[in-house]
């Protein structure tokens, strides 16, 4: 099992910067990868930044050049660095761990979501 435990979010002026982190627990699983996803009110929930144990990244097209994904692999944390933020990035965020438990076996975690509002 692997457990998140997600911080950051709140509420924000457009325009302004905020930072999410999310920490992994110790575990015997191997993470494969690490995202951020959000989800708005009556929308699906998608992809914002994706980060794997080899440091490639991926984004949304709607955050790219304003959004950074990174991670302390020491700390077993990822963190997701938001400037330029829109009222449109107003959603819940969700950490998401890909472990591997068998050489046959990949499964999701999540965290609980953290609420990110931006005001216009």
């Known amino acids: 099992q692997v457990q998140l435990v997600e911080s950051g979010g709140g509420l924000v002026q457009a325009g302004g910067s905020q930072r999410l982190s999310c920490a992994a627990s110790?575990?015997?699983?191997?993470?494969?990868?690490m995202a951020w996803y959000r989800q708005a009110p009556g929308k699906q929930r998608e992809l914002v930044a994706l980060i794997t144990n080899t440091g490639s990244t991926n984004y949304g097209d709607s955050v790219k050049g304003r959004f950074t994904i990174s991670s302390d692999n020491a700390k077993n944390t990822v963190y997701l660095q938001m400037n330029n933020l829109k009222p449109d990035d107003t959603a819940v965020y969700y950490c998401n761990a890909r472990a591997r438990s068998t050489p046959w076996q990949i499964n999701d975690y999540w965290g609980q979501g953290t609420q990110v509002t931006v005001s216009s």
């Open positions: 110790r575990s015997s699983f191997r993470i494969e990868a």
